[in-house]
């Protein structure tokens, strides 16, 4: 079974990394998660002390949320992973990042073969919870992506380096507008409150923005 991810990030150091698990954890309340095993989780993951330690945590055991105006969805688990070092060598000192991922199997995403868009309800939920952790996390902007995306965009936007078009659904802030000057085609967008909604056509069976009902 094939997964997909919701994802969003958020720059922080030793002594940000609480506050920034306790922003997560609220989003995570915002969208209907009452699970109190899950809110525990979240605030428990602590900083590595060494290079021994964890570097995040993943929560694999399956997490009810019920966005706002929109149909229940089931997460697979939540993965929440700690980036301290950069993929390209840098002279600056480069800001430690926090990556959030929503685990989702895709198969309950669609109604029929894997090749299928997915379905209308599915899109629903997901663009819910998308507005929801795009006002929260306005750095790098909020994604869902396939399992192949995982992490792409957020290196592409980090790194400024490669084409940042790597998502099925997404919000970026306006901040970023410079990376997304080249829209492709095949990708539709919308102007939000956090700043600009783009989707994947072809990946949909109707654009979630054109029958959100939390707005």
Known sequence: MSQAQIQTYASCSQETFPAVLKRYQQVLQSVGCDDQNVLDWVSSISWPRNDDDPFGDIYAAPVLLSPP?????????????????????????????????????????????????????????????????????????????????????????????????????GIFPRTLAEHFEQIPSGYRGTLVDAGFGFAQLNRWQKIPWETDTAS
């Open 69 to 169: 105006g929109a149909p229940a969805l089931d997460c697979a688990g939540i993965e929440i992973s700690l980036y301290t070092q950069p993929a390209i060598p840098s002279l600056g000192d480069l800001p430690s990042w926090i990556g959030f991922n929503l685990l989702i199997d895709t198969e309950q995403l669609q109604e029929g073969e894997s090749i299928e868009p997915y379905s209308l309800e599915s899109g629903q939920s997901i663009w819910a919870i998308l507005q929801v952790l795009a006002r929260e996390f306005k750095e790098v902007g909020t994604y869902f992506t396939d399992e192949w995306q995982e992490n792409l965009a957020w290196r592409v936007i980090v790194e400024e380096a490669g084409d940042p078009w790597i998502f099925y659904l």
